[in-house]
Structures are given as structure tokens and as C-alpha cells.
């Protein structure tokens, strides 16, 4: 970065100073505005900033005009921002005359040799650890919009208070602003949530529940023909079929780790912490299933490696703050694959699980607009969200970093973004909104294969590949180095991505009418073949042989 461009929004981390100096000036205006109102957290984000707030009234557009109106006052006072520092029994009892008992939470929660540090600007101060712009006059007045107010569980926990959560973006001109804003615009048109219900792919009811779509006949017809191409595909790649069950024992989920480390997110029937009565859980994942496949009978090494695969529903209890459409659901289905192999065959299963979701990708035109991420442990997170050694881990992180140099695959670092039991490789693509989604990943476990006793050195590594599990039905797929069905997630999954939210506000060609209602009705795909004439008829270029 050159020096003339550390101070632009080319400079990440000035981009983010600025955002998060914008934050502290939102709560500035609303503390004038509404001294009652209780302050939690503001941090920058990808796209913009939010702010956390405790208010006993519903913020209204009419009030964030305000709001936009007062942060205007403020950045034209320039008031400088002035770092200090407390001792924490000072900064408890500061924060508690103030009233402000999620920042007393906050500070009571820092380590021991925490610096606790507080950045002023005018009458208002605010518990944080920075950095800032010096003064609120760098902010550009007329360069901010305040974008949303929905509402946030206290520090993403269900069973805490709900707040509400205001949004905002700025830039440091006007013109800028104003094209985010119509990139917004024509975003929500082509938001699949909208779409997807006005051309009759998908609903919901509320006497269901949120989280549960229904899919409708066309949405299904499309779906059922890509998952039958999917299944093809891979069962040329060696992959053999499985049908595991949607729920089992607790017993189960103990074993692989899920117990330990996804307990919240799963559906359970029964009382887990009753040991004397059965407890069963609907399944998150299937890989605690896939293994006892392999676990059969006795098995040699020329039985690897072992590609299994399965069309597999899927149950994740989210919260319901997360969910929208298709992107976040309570129940989906995903087309998901394990690899078992020895440790001399991992490059080369991992080439062909990088291979097929290319392949994947690349026939519904979304490769070339991916990216990919190695997602990496992080030795220090404090939820104790990782199993295994840390030499375990850096031999698996030095060997996926060796495969992808090889492969020439060029990628950015996520730190603390791994899966509980290994690295991993994601396949990310920017939706409407400018955020990322994970399409496919492909991980490398090194824990779950010895928790289930494959434990000779030569059956050391599963294999997990996985594609998104949010498309026009939730069609996901999950490829890691034990999952191998990622073809189908990005595909029919994603509604957002293989129709309205990549082609403006029409569907995909495949997904167009005529062609769509010849395909539903039966005329056009009788067949897979048929499947792959109508992708070339709607200018699509498959990549790679398909023999139906």
C-alpha cells in the first residue's frame, strides 16, 4: 500500500477506523437524543457498521432521521477523539454511574492484563479499544446513511435480552454513497427471498415455522432434476450411495464431538443431561453416520480410498434473528460425501474434490466469480471451539498449505474460521449484498476418523467436501474431506446465486420461462440428458464431458 493511499478507502484498515469512528458518533447522537437508552457494542463491519442499543420504545424510520440529523451536528462540532485508560475497579465504577451495565459486563469479562482503555469526544465517552479518525470532522456529513434497525440478541445468546441493532454506512463522498445506495436498490429487487415467492419456487407458513420452507412444485421439479445430475456425476467419480438415518443417540454425537461442540445448534428429543433415559438429536451433519458405513466390516487398504455419498436432510436449530429466505434454514437437505484414505492419497483426493465442485461451479457460470479462503485454527479462541494438539493442527494446516501450492490455488487466510476438527478450504461468493457465502468447502479431518476407531496410521485422514447449503431449495452441499457432495449446494441451493440475485432481476436462463414450464411439465428433461440440453440451449457451457 502505498503511502498516499493509507488514508483512502483502498486501506482496509482506515476503511474500518472510519466506519467504527462512525459508530461512536451514531451512539453519540442517540445518547443526546435518548438518554435513557443503553449502549452495547458498535464495531465496523464488512459493509459499514452497527451499533448495539438497550431502548425501552421501537426505533422507527423517524427515528434514525433524527439520528442522521444529530450525527450531522456532531461531525461539524470536530471534536477530537481522546484515548484514555482506567484501572478496571475504576472503569466498573465509571461505567456503572453512567448507567451502562453491558459495558460493566464487558469490562468484568476482559482478561486479567487486559488494558482497558475509553475514547472521548465531547460529552460523550465510550468504552473501547480503537483505533479512531482523530476528529468526527473526518467523517463526511453528508456521506452517511443509516441503513436498518432490526433486532440482536445480547451478545448473540438466544436466552439474553434482545436489543436492537441499527445500521449504517458512510464513505467519504457523496457520490460514493449514493452508488452504494442504488446498488442497494437493485439488490433488494433481486433479492431471491422476493422472487423466489412471486415466481412460486418456494413459501413459508407461519403455522410451520420459520426456518421451514416449503417448496412448491416448479422449485421441487428444479431441484429434483439437478440432484439426480448431481448423483450421476459423482457416482462416476467412484462415490457410493448411503441412506443414513435423521436422528440417533446421543451416543453417537458424543463420539464424533458434535455433543461437545454443537450441542446448541441441534434439535434434541428428550433430556440431554438425563443419563438414565434415552436421548436421541435430529442430525446437523451427517459424517458421524457415513463412517459407520466404512466401519461395517473389516477393511484393507486397497478398499481405499472409500468415497461415500449421500443426499442428506439435515436439521440446524438457528436462531431466529438469522434467518432470511433460503439463506438460513431450520431444515434443509444437502448433497453430502466422506472420504476415507491414507495419508499418500489425500493430494489427490483433494484435486478431485477441488476438481468436481469446479466442474459444478463452472456449468452454472458462478466459478469465475468465486474466491478462496484456507481457513485456519486459532490456538488462542477462548470458546475451547477446536479438539486435537497443536502439532496435530500445524501438520494439518502445513499439508492442506502444500496441496493448494501445488495445485496453484491462490487464496486468502481466515484465522479461527476452521471446523472443530480440521482446516479447511472455502469456496466463497458474494451475494446481492456484497456478502460472503461459503458455496463449498473441502476439509481435511484429522480427529473424527480415531474417534471412531479407524485408527491404523495408513486410515489416518477423512476427507470432507461441502457446498453451500442455501440455494433455490436448500439443496446444499457439503464436500469436506469426508463430505463430498458439493455439487448440488451452489446449484440448487442458492436461488440467489443460480437465478435472480446474479442475472439482475430475471432468473437464470435455465430457470426462464418457456423453457422453465416445458422442464416442469416434463417435455423438455425427461432425462439427465435432457437436463444437459437444456443448460446448452440456455447458453450454458458445461465444462467437461456429461454422459447421461
Not at 47 to 60: E, L, M, P, Q, V
Amino acid at each position: 500500500m502505498s503511502e498516499e493511499n493509507l488514508y483512502t478507502f483502498e486501506n482496509e484498515a482506515y476503511r474500518k477506523t472510519y466506519w467504527h469512528t462512525c459508530s461512536h458518533v451514531m451512539a453519540q447522537a442517540v445518547k443526546r437524543l435518548y438518554p435513557q437508552v443503553k449502549l452495547a457494542i458498535g464495531p465496523s463491519i464488512d459493509n459499514g457498521w452497527y451499533y448495539d442499543f438497550d431502548a425501552d420504545f421501537a426505533f422507527t424510520q423517524e427515528h434514525l432521521d433524527a439520528i442522521e440529523a444529530e450525527m450531522k451536528k456532531i461531525c461539524k462540532e470536530r471534536l477530537p477523539l481522546v484515548r484514555s485508560e482506567k484501572p478496571r475497579a475504576e472503569a466498573v465504577a465509571y461505567m456503572e454511574s453512567l448507567g451502562e451495565p453491558y459495558k460493566v459486563e464487558l469490562i468484568n469479562d476482559l482478561p486479567e492484563d487486559a488494558v482497558i482503555s475509553f475514547y472521548t469526544q465531547g460529552e460523550f465517552t465510550d468504552l473501547c479499544a480503537g483505533p479512531h479518525l482523530d476528529s468526527t470532522g473526518r467523517i463526511k456529513a453528508n456521506a452517511f446513511k443509516l441503513t436498518q434497525c432490526c433486532g440482536a440478541y445480547w451478545r448473540g445468546d438466544s436466552k439474553r435480552k434482545m436489543l436492537q441493532r441499527i445500521y449504517g454506512i458512510a464513505f467519504p463522498k457523496k457520490d460514493e454513497l449514493d452508488e452504494y445506495l442504488a446498488k442497494q436498490a437493485e439488490a433488494i429487487k433481486r433479492d431471491h427471498n422476493k422472487l423466489g415467492r412471486e415466481l412460486e419456487y418456494f413459501t413459508t407458513v407461519e403455522c410451520i415455522g420459520q426456518g421451514l420452507p416449503i417448496l412448491l412444485p416448479k422449485g421441487a421439479r428444479v431441484i429434483q432434476l439437478l440432484q439426480r445430475w448431481v448423483e450421476d456425476v459423482e457416482q462416476k467419480k467412484g462415490y457410493l450411495l448411503t441412506k443414513t438415518p435423521l436422528m440417533a443417540k446421543r451416543e453417537l454425537y458424543k463420539i464424533s464431538g458434535h455433543w461437545d461442540h454443537y450441542l446448541d445448534g441441534m434439535f434434541v428429543l428428550g433430556d440431554p443431561d438425563d443419563e438414565t433415559k434415552e436421548c436421541f438429536a435430529l442430525r446437523p451433519m451427517t459424517c458421524p453416520f457415513q463412517y459407520q458405513v466404512y466401519l461395517n466390516r473389516q477393511r484393507s487398504y486397497r478398499d481405499l480410498p472409500m468415497r461415500l455419498g449421500e443426499t442428506s436432510t439435515l436439521f440446524r436449530n438457528e436462531d431466529s434473528g438469522e434467518m432470511h429466505g433460503l439463506i438460513r434454514v431450520r431444515q434443509f437437505t444437502i448433497s453430502e460425501g466422506h472420504l476415507i484414505l491414507r495419508p499418500d492419497q489425500l493430494e489427490e483426493e483433494f484435486k478431485g474434490c477441488l476438481e468436481l465442485a469446479k466442474y459444478c461451479l463452472g456449468t452454472v457460470g458462478l466459478l469465475d466469480k468465486c474466491t478462496f479462503r484456507f481457513s485456519q485454527w486459532d490456538p488462542a479462541n477462548p470458546k475451547n471451539k477446536y479438539e486435537g494438539t497443536p502439532e496435530q493442527w500445524d501438520h494439518a494446516q502445513s499439508v492442506m498449505e502444500r496441496i493448494l501450492k501445488d495445485l496453484d490455488v491462490h487464496y486468502s487466510i481466515g484465522i479461527d474460521e476452521a471446523a472443530f476438527y480440521g482446516p479447511k478450504l472455502d469456496i466463497q461468493y458474494k451475494n446481492v449484498y456484497g456478502k460472503e457465502d461459503t458455496l463449498v468447502t473441502i476439509q481435511i479431518d484429522m480427529l473424527l476418523a480415531e474417534r471412531f476407531g479407524i485408527t491404523d496410521k495408513t486410515y489416518l485422514f477423512a476427507l470432507r467436501q461441502n457446498l453451500v447449503r442455501d440455494t433455490l431449495l436448500r439443496a446444499a452441499n457439503n464436500i469436506r474431506f469426508g463430505d463430498r457432495r458439493s455439487v448440488l449446494g451452489a446449484i440448487a441451493a442458492r436461488p440467489e446465486l443460480f437465478g435472480a440475485e446474479t442475472y439482475t432481476p430475471r432468473w437464470h436462463p435455465l430457470l426462464k420461462r418457456p423453457l422453465l414450464d416445458r422442464i416442469l411439465k416434463g417435455r423438455e428433461c425427461r432425462t439427465l440428458l435432457y437436463l444437459r440440453i437444456a443448460l446448452r440451449r440456455s447458453s450454458l457451457r458445461l465444462r467437461g464431458r456429461f454422459n447421461a
